[in-house]
T-cell receptor
Framework: SQKIEQNSEALNIQEGKTATLTCNYT??????LQWYRQDPGRGPVFLLL?????KEKRKERLKVTFDTTLKQSLFHITASQPADSATYLC????????????FGQGTTLQVKP | EAQVTQNPRYLITVTGKKLTVTCSQN?????MSWYRQDPGLGLRQIYY???????DKGDVPEGYKVSRKEKRNFPLILESPSPNQTSLYFC?????????????FGPGTRLTVT
């Protein structure tokens, strides 16, 4: 079965630094990969989507890469701010355009001022 | 405002007492889904629906039922709740074919079964 791994340990960084979060997956290659942000007790909020034929996608201070050979996506937040502190989830669709997403457990990011 | 709403937001109930958690979206989305989120297990899909009258099991469907009689509503039914269904539940919707399944999530329903 498909498996998604995100670093379960919290990532603590200093304000202004770049945060890098990792999402690894096994078995079949997904058609696309999404990243979400989740604040405590709230629903996830969509951030970025990257397709299997794209290497990199950017949105403001966010950057996502997708390496289908390594079966890995990296999520970067540049010039991080305390307001970026949250849990970040990656989600993959292994079923091919059915919208059935499988989520990773998420990595909690803490940005210290 | 485009949104997904869930009711109730908080619910404490007893084992065996049937309950329904409602979910409604105002974005005319075809796709809707229910997830549960538990510490250490992440978000797991319970059921999803590709359109009206079309539903399918997710990864953890046991003990749950759903129906999709209208496009905007997708209620989650627990016929006989048990303590292991204590969890945080999220409803989500999206429109297949545009934005490649960006999902919009509701605010969550925290359910406690004693």
């Amino acid at each position: 079965s498909q498996k998604i791994e995100q670093n379960s340990e919290a990532l603590n960084i200093q304000e202004g630094k770049t945060a890098t979060l990792t999402c690894n997956y096994t078995n079949y290659s997904p058609a696309y990969l999404q990243w979400y942000r989740q604040d405590p007790g709230r629903g996830p909020v969509f951030l970025l989507l990257i397709r299997e034929n794209e290497k990199e996608k950017r949105k403001e201070r966010l950057k996502v890469t997708f390496d289908t050979t390594l079966k890995q996506s990296l999520f970067h937040i540049t010039a991080s701010q305390p307001a970026d502190s949250a849990t970040y989830l990656c989600a993959l669709d292994f079923s091919g355009n059915t919208g059935k997403l499988i989520f990773g457990q998420g990595t909690t990011l803490q940005v210290k001022p | 405002e485009a949104q997904v709403t869930q009711n109730p937001r908080y619910l404490i109930t007893v084992t065996g007492k049937k309950l329904t958690v409602t979910c409604s979206q105002n974005m005319n989305h075809e796709y809707m889904s229910w997830y549960r989120q538990d510490p250490g297990l992440g978000l797991r899909q319970i059921y999803y629906s590709m359109n009206v009258e079309v539903t399918d099991k997710g990864d953890v469907p046991e003990g749950y039922k759903v129906s999709r009689k209208e496009k905007r509503n997708f209620p989650l039914i627990l016929e006989s709740p048990s303590p292991n269904q204590t969890s945080l539940y999220f409803c989500a919707s999206s429109r297949p074919g545009t934005q490649w399944y960006e999902q919009y999530f509701g605010p969550g329903t925290r359910l406690t079964v004693t």
